[in-house]
């Protein structure tokens, strides 16, 4: 195998986790706030708020690491 093509396994990898991980955490995050939504039904407009607020900066962190894994894959060319 290519010393090379580590760099891109490891690129796709890690992008995939990073995917993997931002999909889960914003699942979770979803689930949470439904549930306390369910609960205090008053409550959910404020609910709503934290967590699309908490939903995009999650998605920032796997933007910037999805970022990081094109830089390996193009840096290892």
């Known amino acids: 195998m ?3 093509s580590f ?5 796709g990898l890690g992008a995939g986790l990073v995917a993997l ?3 889960l ?3 979770r995050l979803a689930a949470s706030a439904l549930e306390g939504a369910a609960r205090q039904p ?3 407009g404020d609910l ?3 967590m699309i607020i908490a939903a995009a900066l999650i998605e920032g962190v796997a933007l910037f ?3 990081i894994c094109i830089i390996l894959a ?4």
């Open 25 to 27: 955490g914003i699942g």
């Open 21 to 23: 991980g931002a999909g």
């Open 74 to 77: 193009t840096a290892s060319a």
């Open 42 to 44: 008053e409550a959910s």
């Open 7 to 11: 760099g891109y396994l490891g690129a």
């Open 48 to 50: 709503r708020t934290t």
């Open 65 to 67: 690491g999805l970022v």
């Open 2 to 4: 290519d010393p090379f």
